[in-house]
């Protein structure tokens, strides 16, 4: 039994052991509690698809850290918005967005309007025409729109509008509902005011004309040339023009019916409408007519002027100049028309959508609009099967390395051995808790880095026991007991394993804050299993140790304990006390 003397020295080892065990089940008890039993796992182990997003401004200054920060919050909440779950969005450097997109769901899309990442803006129509077809093309009704709310007008008072080329990419984003309504064969219902409005004139049949017919006295002298000139089916032309950077210039643009299959050129005015100013817009059924799925929009105080401006200057304009084009990224999304001015900070764009374009062109207008230009510079994609074969490389790796840590244990030290057997398993069950909490929690993916730092984090701890170890041993070759040998071994051990897990750690600090993307992961890792190195070494391996010494299968010094003082070659310990000679009695010549 141990004296209060040796306990103080000793310490208070099973009340260390018993604070490590009960954090240990606590957490454990937690991952299964809430059911997250496993780490999440990144898009390079689970498959998905990876976009880097560079930033390009013409003012250096406006790439700051507040801007990224807004667009990555935008950026999210559009891919949320599109039905993709666990998607990541996190800025890289100091000018690019990393955007992650698990497979599953709309991944495709997703990774289409992640790159739509200019910004939203609403201009005047003053031209549109086909472009790139040699066929007769089949136009469909202009779009409409209407104040918030407003309930379809009867049939009487109609009036015939022509039908111009459509322009939205989904099959009903180019109709809005309310003070005018689309009809399929090419008419719109105006309000019912009692007189109807005069009627277009029909629009040519053939290709040319219609073009000539369209454009004739709306398009400014200066635009005409590009409008005529533009190819929207040539991909290099819809690109050039797709970055004009003067918002309140005139410009040109395209869009593409997928209906048709046809490209439309757009000639537009100066930009009316800033899509900053739409605060809300999403996709609702409309339950009062039962016409279908709808986009209800909202805009801010500034928006809400310029819209209800806008809107009635356009109402008192021919087709196609009573129509106002959403583009986003230089590319027309829809382009509605309007016979009233709408007040109100409020409209509603409905027509024959499904409940996917509804909201697909809700996302557009809600998280359109970013402070910065993006261009995709990097778009790589893990299939699950690929990701699931690199998890098994690493779990197979950690394996060989746990393994041939055990074997080295046992046969050099033996019963200590044991020891570090099951600190290595109690550092593994701390960190799979852990980072299976961290995913459920912060949205911490395990990366195949991560994966390479958990195993050089066996190394880590198995060098933490090796210091210890070392040290005992030493005292037994010096001819110290196990106990005194113990305590006088853990200062000089703990010096030692405090100053090389303070490198190791500042190392993936300086990593992780230097590094971006998944080498993030390596470092973050690293840093976490070092700082559980230090409890385990503090709280499991010391206090079980010094409980070992307490026994007779150690103390002894029995030669599978792997503390065997003969096998260490320690010296033998010297009985009874030096006596100094006595001074001989002889006289000395000097």
């Keep these: 039994m141990a004296t209060p003397k040796s306990r103080s020295r000793d310490g208070y080892p099973g009340r260390a052991l018993a604070l490590i065990l009960v954090v240990t089940v606590g957490l454990v008890a937690l991952m299964f509690g809430t059911g997250y039993t496993k780490p999440r796992l990144g898009i390079d182990l689970a498959g998905g698809t990876s976009v880097t997003l560079t930033a390009k401004s013409d003012d250096p200054s406006a790439i700051n850290k507040a801007n990224l920060d807004t667009a990555v919050g935008i950026i999210q909440k559009r891919v949320n918005g599109m039905g993709v779950s666990e998607a990541e969005v996190q800025t890289q450097g100091n000018s690019n967005i990393i955007v992650n997109i698990p497979d599953g769901g709309n991944t495709q899309e997703s990774i289409d309007k992640v790159g739509d990442t200019a910004k939203l803006y609403f201009r005047p129509v003053l031209a549109t025409a086909p472009t790139g077809i040699s066929a007769q093309p089949q136009p469909s009704s202009a779009p409409s729109t209407a104040p918030s709310g407003s309930a379809s007008p009867a049939a009487s008072g109609s009036a015939s509008a022509p039908a111009s080329p459509s322009s939205s990419a989904t099959k009903a984003g180019r109709a809005l509902s309310g003070a005018l309504q689309a009809d399929p064969s090419g008419s719109a219902s105006a309000p019912a005011t009692g007189s109807a409005a005069p009627s277009a004139p029909t629009t040519p049949t053939n290709p040319a004309d219609v073009s000539a017919a369209l454009t004739q006295g709306t398009v400014p002298a200066e635009l005409q040339q590009q409008f005529n000139a533009l190819d929207c089916s040539v991909k290099e032309q819809r690109q050039n023009y797709q970055k004009a950077s003067d918002p309140s210039a005139p410009a040109v643009a395209c869009s593409y019916d997928a209906e048709q299959s046809i490209w439309y050129k757009f000639a537009l005015g100066g930009v009316a409408v800033n899509g900053q100013d739409v605060t809300k817009a ?282 065997d003082p003969k096998r260490l070659g320690a010296r033998p310990p010297i009985r009874g006390s030096r006596r100094r000679p006595a001074p001989s009695q002889q006289t000395q010549e000097v």
């Design 282 to 563: 999403q996709a609702v059924y409309d339950t009062q007519s039962a016409k279908g799925w709808m986009v209800d929009l909202s805009f801010n105080d500034a928006g809400s002027n310029a819209f209800a401006s806008t809107t009635g200057k356009l109402a008192t304009q021919p087709a196609p100049a009573n129509q106002f084009a959403i583009v986003l990224d230089g590319q027309v999304v829809s382009h509605p028309y309007v016979s009233e001015s709408i007040t109100g900070g409020s409209a509603v764009i409905s027509g024959t959508f499904t409940q996917d374009d509804a909201k697909s062109l809700g996302n557009v207008l809600s998280y359109g609009a970013l402070p910065l230009d993006f261009v995709k510079s990097d778009v790589t994609t893990v299939s699950p099967q690929l990701g699931s074969e690199q998890l098994e490389a690493g779990l197979i790796a950690g394996l060989i390395g746990m393994v041939l840590v055990v074997i080295y244990s046992l046969v050099y030290y033996r019963g200590l051995g044991l020891v570090s057997i099951a600190g290595l398993a109690v550092s593994a069950v701390l960190t799979w808790s852990i980072m299976s909490l961290l995913g459920a929690g912060v949205g911490f993916a395990l990366n195949l880095p991560a994966v390479c730092g958990a195993i050089v984090a066996i190394g880590i701890t198995a060098d933490s026991f090796i210091v210890y170890f070392e040290r005992i041993r030493d005292e037994v070759r010096e001819g110290a007991q196990l106990r005194p040998a113990v305590q006088r071994a853990w200062p000089r051990a703990r010096r030692t394993i405090l100053v090389s897990d303070f490198v190791s750690f500042l190392c993936a600090a300086v990593l992780y804050l230097v590094s971006v993307g998944k080498v993030q992961g390596f470092a973050f890792t690293l840093g976490l299993t070092t700082l559980l190195d230090v409890v385990v070494i503090f709280l499991f391996t010391k206090p079980l140790i010094t409980l070992l010494a307490r026994t007779k299968f150690f103390s002894s010094g029995h030669p599978w304990s792997g503390l």
